[in-house]
C-alpha cells in the first residue's frame, strides 16, 4: 500500500481553476482531481485524517487567486498547499484580457504568493502544478494551436518559480502529453481541456508523487492479456449507457485509470471486458458463464457476487441461493475455468455491507449476520483452486473504524451497498494490491 509524509489532522489547500465545472456549495473536495487524491488517500490511509479544502474556481486566473489569498489559502493555516494555475491565463495572456500575465509576471507573481505564504506559515510545504493543456493540434492558424505555442513559456515560469522559491515543482504536463500522442485529442473525454475520470486520477497520482508519497507501481500482468470482470450492479456500473461504456463508471474504470496513471503501456495494452449485470446472483453468473466469461479466453478472471444472494435467502426471493448452493456453484465456475486455461489467474472479490448494524431486529444486521458465511465460502474456493482473494467486507469494516459509511455507500448512506466514488476507490486499490502479489491471499 501507498505511503504518504502526512501527518494525522493534516490541512491541505489547493487552489488554482477547476479543470470541470462542478459545484462546489462548501470548501470540500469536489468530483474532480482533487476528490480523486482524497480518495486515494483515503484507500491507502484509513487511520489518517487529512482535510483537504478545494478552492479551486471556474476560469480562475492567477490575478483572481491573488486578490482572494488571505482567504481562500492563509485562513486554513495549512500544511500543504498545492497551486495550479490553469491555461486561462495562457487565454488571457493571448488575448489580452483584463489583470492578464504574461510567462514572466506569472513567475514572479508565483515566486511572491508563496514567500508570502512561507512567512506567515513558516512549517508549510507547496507545489506548484504545470497549467495543463488537452490539446494535440500544434497548427498556428488555429486557436488551439496558437495557445500550444505559448504553453512552453508558462510551464517554464511554473518550473522557474519553484526553483527560486525553493519549493516542490509537479511537472504534470510531461504524463498527458504522453498519453495525447499514443492515443489521440478524445483520450481524456469529448470535452475542451476537461478531463474524464482517467485524466483526473492521472493529475492526482502526479501529485502525490511530488507529495513524497510512494504509489504502487506496475502490475506482473503480461501485456495484452485479456481480463474479464464479471459480477452484479457493482461491477456493472452503468457499463452499458452511452455515457459509460464500456467499463462504467464503479471499481472497473478506476482500477483501469489507476494502471493507466502508473504504467500506461501496459494499460492501452490489456483487452478489458465488463460483463457485470446489476441484480445478478452466482446462480446468473453461471447461466452465462461460458458465452460472458470464458468465451473471451481471459488470462485473469475478476469475479465479485454475492450480496444478491445473500439479500435473495434473507427475504426468501425467487430462486434464493444458500450459502451452501453459493459455494456449490462457485466451485464449478473455478472448476470450469482452470479446465479451459490452467493458467488463468483468478481473482475473488468479496461480497461486503458497509453497516455495523447491530439492532437485533434491523434488516442490515441479519445481513451482517448472514454475510459472512457467503465470504468463507470464497475464501475457501480460493484457496483451494488458488485464487487471489480480497475481503472486501473485512476492508470496508475497518474504514469505518475512522469514517462514517456513507463516505463510501451511495444515496449519503442510505444505501450501504452499493459503493460511491471513495468506495470504487477502495475497491480497485485494493484490488490493485491484491493483483501486485496475485497469489498470496489478501484481507482487503
Known amino acids: 500500500m501507498m505511503t504518504t509524509p502526512f501527518q494525522h489532522n493534516d490541512r491541505i489547500v489547493v487552489i488554482g481553476e477547476r479543470l470541470i465545472d462542478s459545484e462546489q456549495e462548501t470548501p470540500k473536495p469536489g468530483s474532480a482531481w482533487v476528490g480523486r487524491l482524497r480518495d486515494m488517500l483515503v484507500a491507502h490511509e484509513p487511520q489518517k485524517t487529512v482535510e483537504i479544502f478545494d478552492r479551486t474556481a471556474n476560469d480562475a486566473s492567477l490575478h483572481s487567486m491573488r486578490q482572494r489569498w488571505e482567504d481562500d489559502v492563509l485562513w486554513f493555516r495549512p500544511q500543504w498547499l498545492i497551486v495550479h494555475p490553469g491555461p486561462g491565463d495562457i487565454w488571457r495572456a493571448k488575448d489580452k484580457l483584463t489583470g492578464h500575465m504574461d510567462a514572466d509576471a506569472m513567475e514572479e507573481c508565483l515566486v511572491d504568493l508563496v514567500r508570502h505564504t512561507r512567512e506567515r506559515l513558516p512549517g508549510c510545504r507547496v507545489l506548484l502544478v504545470d497549467p495543463i493543456l488537452l490539446y494535440d493540434n500544434s ?8 495557445i500550444l505555442g505559448l504553453h512552453p513559456a508558462f510551464r517554464a515560469a511554473v518550473r522557474k518559480a519553484a526553483g527560486r522559491a525553493g519549493v516542490s515543482h509537479v511537472p504534470a504536463q510531461g504524463a498527458f502529453t504522453e498519453r495525447l500522442a499514443a492515443e489521440g485529442a478524445n483520450c481524456f473525454g469529448p470535452e475542451d481541456n476537461h478531463p474524464d475520470q482517467e485524466g483526473h486520477i492521472l493529475l492526482a497520482h502526479s501529485v502525490l508523487k511530488a507529495l513524497g508519497a510512494r504509489p504502487p507501481d506496475s502490475l506482473p500482468i503480461a501485456h495484452g492479456a485479456s481480463m474479464v470482470f464479471i459480477g452484479d450492479s457493482i461491477t456493472d456500473a452503468g457499463r452499458r449507457s452511452l455515457r459509460f461504456r464500456p467499463y462504467g463508471c464503479g471499481y472497473v474504470r478506476l482500477w483501469r485509470a489507476l494502471l493507466l496513471a502508473r504504467d500506461p503501456q501496459l494499460a492501452r495494452s490489456l483487452r478489458i471486458v ?3 449485470i446489476g441484480g445478478q446472483t452466482i446462480r446468473n453468473i453461471a447461466y452465462r458463464w461460458e458465452q ?18 445473500v439479500n435473495g435467502w434473507l427475504s426468501n426471493g425467487q430462486n434464493p441461493v444458500s450459502a451452501g448452493d453459493y459455494a456449490a456453484l462457485l466451485e464449478e465456475l473455478l472448476a470450469r475455468s482452470r479446465a479451459r486455461n490452467p493458467r488463468v489467474r483468478l481473482h475473488l472479490l468479496s461480497p461486503f455491507h458497509v453497516s455495523r448494524d447491530s439492532f437485533e431486529q434491523s434488516y442490515r444486521n441479519r445481513v451482517n449476520r448472514h454475510l459472512p458465511a457467503y465470504i468463507e465460502a470464497l475464501r475457501e474456493s480460493a484457496s483451494r483452486h488458488d485464487a487471489a482473494f480480497v475481503d472486501l467486507h473485512a476492508c470496508f469494516q475497518r474504514h469505518l473504524d475512522h469514517r462514517h459509511g456513507s463516505e463510501f455507500t451511495g444515496r449519503d448512506g442510505v444505501d450501504v451497498v452499493h459503493p460511491s466514488e471513495t468506495g470504487c476507490m477502495v475497491i480497485a486499490e485494493a484490488l490493485f494490491g491484491s493483483m501486485q502479489s496475485p497469489r498470496k491471499l489478501s484481507q482487503g
Open 274 to 276: 465488463n460483463r457485470g
Open 139 to 146: 497548427d498556428p492558424a488555429w486557436y488551439s494551436g496558437q
Open 292 to 309: 460472458d466469461c470464458l468465451a473471451h479466453s481471459p488470462d485473469h478472471i475478476v469475479l465479485k457476487i454475492g450480496i444478491n444472494d
